[in-house]
């Protein structure tokens, strides 16, 4: 069984239609990686999976559990915050919580929401996620103390520690400098190598072609085109994917 | 002779302190509840309350005094504030609390705007509720923000105080002045200065040291 089922999501911003159907499945333990042009819709994905935005139609079932079905209307603030931990979330810019430790940040969702746990526990797994980040000397300082590379690694941290179905990250090496970037893609790869479930927005086609189990590539608010990195990097059958990844080639 | 100035003034700045810490007490709970009804989605909220500290603003204290003070007999035909020393303080109370309420608005509406949206995203997607994100996470943030304007406001009002004596509010300055009246002498009221320069010199030092605590992060 699909461990997510997307069918048919539709996001309009004022009149303008952003996600014009989007419906894709996938199944636990695979990463799977969103290509597209700026402007595409990727992010705007993303954040109605997480609920940040309601979609305005569609339906989306994790684990057979439908979550959101365009029909049912408003969700109520406790359901919304129960579908939300479904999915974990890593941000371009981080938005770790400044007057935190970094293991405060991986911390304090976990504490906060099961109030009965032993905080030791809760601990332990910080220290032991923060550890499989590479982050063991790091633990104690705060955000500001910390590279960009390594404060994206506490967000994967922070993530992870809520044990969440899917994995979610838009771009997550967009905002660092280059020689940042390596660092947390190393991090990812070993979480996929790991069966971590996981959709991943990028620019880093290399890295999408290594990781990744499928590639969806998106244009115009719809999945253009959708297959094994093979296929869709190296093949594109899609006009626009051509164009696009001709494009990203020149770049680089 | 200096004992006695010291004395009197004294008791004067008493006056002043407690006008100071009241107007403290009040105006500062109150600001916090303006500034969400200026940030309030509904328009009926919002559009008055950016009016009232639009004109709380942009006119005199010292006008605000007098029409608190002397609005009431004229336009409901009864002083409200009675004729007593109280009633006089209760009116400067008042004038300054709504005063200095609207500007800790501003402030507070400043720094609660200045926190990213992904602050309260971050803390959307790791379920935290809304009561929960307001209090762990962006509460404190907002506080190292607005430590410096706060300060600048707060030591702005020990010296504002002293424009309550145009509805004769018993305080320092008045006291200070007594003394070129009956006694002939103009140093007490320079000697005032020293009163004012103190206590906003520990108050400087009581905000240094609260910005100080929350240096340990950005
Ligand atoms: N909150 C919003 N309000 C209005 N338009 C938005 C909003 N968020 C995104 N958009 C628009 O939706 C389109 C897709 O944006 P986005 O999902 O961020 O694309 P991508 O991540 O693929 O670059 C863009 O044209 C963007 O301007
Ligand atoms: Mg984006």
Redesign the interface.
Known sequence: MAILEVKDIKKNFGNVEILKGISFDMEKGQTLSILGSSGSGKTTLLRCL???EIPDDGEITVNGNVLFDGSCGNLS??EL??S??H???V?Q?F??????TALENVT??PE??DKNRNRQDILEEGKVLLEKMGLSDRMNN???QLSGGQQQRVAIA??LA?KPDILCFDEPTSALDPELTGEVLKVIKELAEQHTTMIIVTHEIEFARNVSDEILFMDGGFIVERGAPAQVIDNPENERTKKFLSSIHRKA | MFTTVTLSLLDGFLGTLRLFALTLLFSLPLGLIISFGSMSRSVILRVPIRFIIWVIRGTPLMLQLLVIFYGPGIFLGRNLWGSGSGGRFMAALVAFVINYACYFSEIFRGGIQSISKGQYEAAAVLGLTRTQTFFKIILLQVIKRIVPPVSNEVITLVKDTSLARVIAFYEIIWEGERFIKSSGIIWPLFYTGAFYLIFSGLLTLMFGFIEKKLDYFR
């Open positions: 997480n609920f940040l603030d406790s915050n129960k939300r931990l999915f974990g979330m941000f810019q938005n770790l919580f400044p007057q935190y304090l969702a906060l929401l705060y955000p500001h922070r993530a809520l």
